[in-house]
Nanobody
């Protein structure tokens, strides 16, 4: 079992920055890919970024060049550095982790970007 706890959300003006963190805990041997998803009000769940256990990232086109995903395997933590935020980045951001063939989700953290 993996428990994920996100932090770092909040309110920010357009052009600002936020850093999200997601810490994994519980009884597991290894966490494979970790990812950030988001869901804006009235919209579908959207994949934002993924990172493999080896540190290889991938990004949605909408955030390329603005967001950076990273992870600290020793701390079982994944981060999302969000720069040049836009109002359309407003959403609840969810952490996801893959371990032993199962998918785990955090409770989400709200990000609000005002214009």
């Amino acid at each position: 079992q993996v428990q994920l706890v996100e932090s770092g959300g909040g309110n920010v003006q357009a052009g600002g920055s936020l850093r999200l963190s997601c810490a994994a805990s519980g009884s597991f041997f290894f966490i494979n890919t970790m990812a950030w998803y988001r869901q804006a009000l009235g919209k579908q769940h959207e994949l934002v970024a993924t990172i493999t256990s080896g540190g290889s990232p991938n990004y949605a086109d909408s955030v390329k060049g603005r967001f950076t995903i990273s992870r600290d395997n020793a701390k079982n933590t994944v981060y999302l550095q969000m720069n040049s935020l836009k109002p359309e980045d407003t959403a609840v951001y969810y952490c996801n982790a893959q371990s032993a063939g199962r998918s785990y989700w955090g409770q989400g953290t709200q990000v609000v970007v005002s214009s």
